[in-house]
């Protein structure tokens, strides 16, 4: 079965500090996602990767980073975190196309800016 | 830019009894499109997607969703629910044609079954 875990799966973070939130995937994914949830939003895209080496900006990329440094492994990097960023995120892997076109969720992550 | 409508943010209904949990979406063309289940302090597995074809596709745990066209809409229906479907269910779409897989979401509704 599918496999994705994050790590820490909860942080307290200060405001101005360096935030670094780790996601591994066992499903030999190509792509792999970054989101938050938020009451009021539902789940919102950060990031994405199609593979090692790549990211990309989703739908609200500002004041966060990504690295896909191999095929497991995707990060989420606050380099100056905020208040407003105190949220849950969320990780996800998934191939895409045709009849196969599914995302598998971590658990998730709370992260609380203080 | 495709968009995701969930009209009821909260639904409660009676252990036993039928659910629909309605879906709307924004989009030029058929969409992938998904139904997810959160429970609480969890991530979202999924519960049925629809691609192409037959527009009514059965899911886990007797959930079924029924897809139309012409309403733009995904509802999702289960005909008994159970105390354990108490969850949070969120709508996505995704474009085809496309390789990013990124998933638009709805605002999720907040389902309570009582016991």
């Known amino acids: 079965e599918a496999a994705v875990t994050q790590s820490p799966r909860n942080k307290v973070a200060v405001t101005g500090g360096k935030v670094t939130l780790s996601c591994n995937q066992t499903?030999?994914?190509?792509?792999m996602y970054w989101y938050r949830q938020d009451t009021g939003h539902g789940l919102r895209l950060i990031h994405y990767?199609?593979?090692?080496?790549?990211?990309e900006k989703g739908d609200i990329p500002d004041g966060y980073k990504a690295s896909r440094p191999s095929q497991e492994n995707f990060s989420l990097i606050l380099e100056l975190a905020t208040p407003s960023q105190t949220s849950v995120y969320f990780c996800?892997?998934?191939?895409?196309?045709?009849?196969?076109?599914?995302?598998?969720f971590g658990p998730g992550t709370r992260l609380t800016v203080l | 830019a495709q968009s995701v409508t969930q009209p009821d943010a909260r639904v409660t209904v009676s252990e036993g009894a039928s659910l629909q949990l309605r879906c709307k979406y924004s989009?030029?063309?058929?969409?992938?499109l998904f139904w997810y289940v959160q429970y609480p302090r969890q991530g979202l597995q999924l519960l049925l997607k629809?691609?192409?074809?037959?527009?009514v596709v059965q899911g886990v745990n007797g959930f079924e969703a029924e897809f139309s066209k012409s309403n733009s809409s995904f509802h999702l229906r289960k005909a008994s629910v159970h105390w354990s479907d108490s969850a949070v269910y969120f709508c996505?779409?995704?474009?085809?044609?496309?390789?990013?897989?990124?998933?638009?979401f709805g605002h999720g509704t907040i389902l309570r079954v009582h016991p």
């Open positions: 996800a892997s998934g191939n895409w196309g045709g009849d196969y076109a599914e995302q598998f």
């Open positions: 499903n030999n994914h190509n792509n």
């Open positions: 990767s199609y593979g090692a080496g790549s990211t």
């Open positions: 989009y030029s063309a058929t969409p992938y």
């Open positions: 629809y691609y192409s074809g037959d527009p």
């Open positions: 996505a779409v995704s474009v085809t044609g496309a390789n990013t897989g990124k998933l638009t």
